[in-house]
Structures are given as structure tokens and as C-alpha cells.
């Protein structure tokens, strides 16, 4: 199955916005940390990950805004002790995703 080249660098340019993209959001994600933070760095933002796949960028932004919510005490919002068993699970299943993408990509 072939593509044109068009095709292909139409696939490249979407790819590398979309990288760019979410590459923002993870600097957003670490500026939304350090407001939050009393005077700590963020471990949070793009610079470890200016190479990765979109794959692994979208888990990454995924598992942050996770985290953030299942940081919160259960008492702000209604559901947040459910969320967190739920979040649980589904940064298991990230973190391993994450770990495949690796080893198949690196």
C-alpha cells in the first residue's frame, strides 16, 4: 500500500504540530505546578520530552492532569475518593503503555 508524497508530508507536518502542540500543554501543566507549589520546582513541562512520539506525549499530558486531580483532597469535590481508585488504575495501565512505547521506539 502505497502513499504520495504529499500524503506522507502532509502526515509529517500533523505529526509535528501535534507534538508541538502537546509540548505546550505539558509547559502549561508545569506552570499550573508552580503556582500551585510553595517556592518547589515543577517536575512538570516539555524539556525532557522535545523527542518523544505523539503517543507517548498524549499518555504524559493524560497522566499530569491525573495527577492533578487526584492530588486534591477528597472533600473539594464530590466523587474525588472514587476518582482516585479509578486514576489508579489508569495511570497503572499508562505507565505501562509508556514503558512498551519505549522499548519498541527507543
Not at 505529526?15 to 508541538?20: A, D, E, S
Not at 506552570?31 to 513541562?45: E, K, N, Q, T
Not at 493524560?62 to 486514576?87: C, H, K, L, Y
Request: charge should be negative.
Amino acid at each position: 500500500m502505497g502513499h504520495s508524497e504529499e500524503e506522507i508530508n502532509d502526515a509529517i507536518k500533523t505529526q509535528r504540530l501535534v507534538c508541538q502542540k502537546l509540548l505546550e500543554i505539558m509547559d502549561l501543566q508545569g506552570d499550573i505546578d508552580s503556582l500551585l507549589r510553595d517556592a518547589h520546582p515543577s517536575p512538570f513541562g516539555s524539556a525532557k520530552f522535545k523527542d518523544a512520539r505523539p503517543e507517548a506525549l498524549q499518555r504524559l499530558v493524560m497522566m499530569t492532569a491525573i495527577q492533578f486531580v487526584s492530588f486534591e483532597p477528597d472533600e473539594w469535590v464530590e466523587g474525588n475518593a472514587e476518582f482516585r481508585a479509578a486514576a489508579e488504575k489508569l495511570l497503572e495501565l499508562t505507565s505501562k503503555q509508556l514503558r512498551w512505547l519505549e522499548r519498541k521506539y527507543q
